[in-house]
């Protein structure tokens, strides 16, 4: 049975797999049998089911899986919900290039912090002291056990003590002549007996109770630490103001800045709310009944209403807050199987939401979408061109300017310790995974000084700005590489042409030239005519327009596309400034490197956090070459 390596594009046998599984790294190439519950057809990403053991075949793999941790601190609810949300979305969309796609943050629709039905009954029972008041005063059985002691001791006799001191004689005083004078005797000893259903109903709906709202505390706080990040990014004085802007407008695509403050004040309130009963519970459990209820007495999600649950004044409230909770947990506590089919949507839904992101991050950069089908995507700016098309499971990115292919492979897997980077015969393989946090530079991903996972989640804040500028490095590195390279075998009366023109071409041998300035459309059409009067190969015709045409696509703005005014300068560098909006792009040169640099804020020191695509350098050795 077969499987294909997302990372690799190799198509491997279960045998080849290693013993620990990333779920969404394989695909099934053949029918495979999942945990004697679940077909996987071919071409369905291999997932867990929400256990930590996967069975494909009868061969048996352990599965990287962090959903299986209930309590995780950020159990990641608020970014699934997102991606499948927005992937949804997209799916009724007819991408073209007027349609207004939805932006890739946390929708406001997903976000549910009212209080519920379950809320308000625990604050009943625990306000009201119902809960407290079983834990001091519970109702209990009297148990009597026998056992052997002194007469003098003895309040009550068991039914069987004659039967036992006729039978042991060590037991007597002494013997008479009408019976025996006992010395011991078998008594009855009683002993409050506490664990009845009714308290094991209480014990575990507080172990119950308890799960659910850590888990419940846990993705609200995670909610606040987003708005409140939101927040912070909003009012730093650090930031460059323009990526302030992109970021504030992305997010206030979906929620207004009234609708971040009182959606904030009622998370505060709700995880207030949720930590006082937290500690109120975990008191409880420290004390009183549940201590007395054996930890091994289990109760079954239905359970049987007696008479005590259904009319004592304190023991009726547990049996709403059991059914109310119940009712909560089924929608997480799935079987199996269902489970396995959520996690494969997922997956599915991830690959639609890093395409949107893509799509996004190319219009972004000034790229109009030409055509679209459903797998294949064509954006132009000028001449420039860039496909973007589905691939092995991938989402690939191809243009001529660049020497590298992307290949960005979505992997809803929010750990990825074993999802490396590579590069390797001119293309870079990237896995995404929605994870959030602090990460490399995007032009390292090109270097290959990062092999880490590229993090695209809905929760990310610089998601699609970290986007942007790994497609502007890869885009622009390769041209401001081939920018300074000279053409050979030229013939004489074509370099003389060039000598003609020194504001446009560098003599860089006897034979040879360098164009190193922009040419207007007149000029571009007398180069054409000097190019076929001269009598230049095909060849050498082509390599000739392609280094016009690099040069002209550098004297255009990377972000707003108006053309810049070009200056060149020694040792094959150049700078360029943009009237509109004021960037300045480069090649300097520094320390024996040639170093291209993107310019807007030039206050601020290099760093994307500060200024994401607006300010940002790269060493042009460090990349591949054109």
């Known amino acids: 049975m077969r499987v294909l390596d997302r990372m690799t594009g190799q198509q491997l046998v279960l045998n080849q797999l290693p013993d620990a599984l990333t779920p969404g790294r394989y695909v099934a190439l053949d029918t495979l049998h999942a945990n004697n519950h679940s077909e996987i057809t071919p071409g369905t990403f291999i997932v867990s089911d929400g256990s930590e053991q996967l069975s494909l075949n009868g061969r048996g793999f352990s599965v990287n899986d962090d959903s299986a941790n209930k309590t995780d601190k950020d159990s990641g609810y608020w970014m699934k919900k997102a991606i499948i949300q927005i992937a949804g979305h997209i799916r009724t969309l007819e991408i073209n290039d007027t349609e207004e796609l939805p932006t890739p943050l946390l929708p406001s629709s997903i976000i549910d912090i009212q209080y519920d039905k379950l809320l308000d009954l625990l604050d009943t029972a625990l306000n009201k002291g119902h809960l407290h008041s079983i834990s001091i005063r519970p109702r209990i059985d009297m148990k009597y056990d026998s056992q052997l002691m002194p007469v003098s001791r003895a309040r009550k006799v068991a039914s069987n003590a004659n039967r036992h001191l006729a039978a042991h004689s060590e037991c007597w005083q002494k013997r008479t002549l009408t019976g025996v004078m006992p010395k011991q005797i078998l008594g009855l000893v009683s002993e409050d007996e506490y664990n009845l259903y009714e308290n094991q109903v209480y014990a575990r709906l507080l172990d119950n109770l308890q799960t659910y709202l850590t888990v419940r505390l846990n993705d609200l706080r995670a909610l606040e630490l987003d708005l409140n990040e939101f927040e912070k990014i909003e009012k730093s004085e650090e930031l460059y103001h323009k990526l302030i802007s992109d970021i504030c407008e992305l997010w ?107 799509i996004r991050s190319l219009k972004a950069l000034g790229f109009r979408l030409k055509s679209a089908s459903e797998e294949i995507f064509n954006f132009e700016r000028g001449r420039q061109e860039v496909l973007l098309k589905k691939e092995s499971y991938q989402w690939l990115v191809q243009s001529e300017l660049a020497s590298l292919d992307l290949h960005f492979t979505p992997i809803s897997c ?160 150049f700078k360029c400034d943009c009237s509109s909006c004021g960037n300045q792009w480069s090649i300097s040169y520094t320390k024996g490197h040639r170093i291209g640099k993107f310019t807007a804020n030039k206050s601020n020191e290099p760093g994307f956090d500060q200024n994401g695509r607006w300010n940002y350098s790269f060493n042009l050795s460090e990349l591949s070459s054109p």
Not at 305 to 331: C, F, K, P
Not at 494 to 513: K, P
């Open 252 to 358: 206030g695509k979906t929620f207004s800045v009234d609708e971040t403050e009182e959606i904030l004040k009622t998370l505060r309130s709700q995880i207030s709310t949720i930590e006082a009963y937290l500690r109120k519970i975990k008191g409880l459990k420290q004390r009183g009944l549940y201590k007395q209820v054996p930890r091994s007495a289990r109760v079954p999600s239905q359970i049987h209403v007696t008479n005590i649950l259904a009319h004592d004044q304190h023991y009726r409230h547990l049996v709403g807050l059991w059914q109310t909770l119940i009712e909560v947990m089924s929608s997480s506590n799935l079987p199996a199987s269902e489970v396995m089919n959520a996690n494969i949507e997922l997956q599915e839904s991830y690959m639609d939401y890093c395409k949107l992101v893509i």
């Open 414 to 573: 929010r750990d990825g310790h074993d999802l490396q980077a590579t590069i390797d015969n001119n293309k870079v393989v990237i896995p995404c995974i929605p994870g959030k946090g602090q990460q490399k530079h995007p032009n390292t991903w090109l270097s290959g000084g990062n092999r880490d996972p590229l993090f695209i989640s809905p929760e990310d804040f610089y998601l699609e700005e970290r986007m942007v500028v790994l497609l502007k490095t890869w885009l622009w590195s390769g041209v401001m590489q081939s920018y300074g390279l000279a053409i050979d075998k030229l013939c004489r009366p074509f370099v003389q042409y060039a000598e003609s023109e020194t504001s446009l071409f560098r003599i860089s041998g006897s034979s040879s030239i360098k164009v190193i300035a922009p040419l207007s459309p007149k000029k571009q059409t007398e180069l054409h005519q000097a190019l076929q009067d001269t009598g230049l190969s095909a060849d050498l015709q082509k390599a000739v327009k392609q280094s016009v045409q690099y040069v002209n696509f550098l004297s255009s703005c990377p972000d707003c596309g108006s053309k810049g005014e070009f200056t060149p300068w020694e040792r094959d560098c």
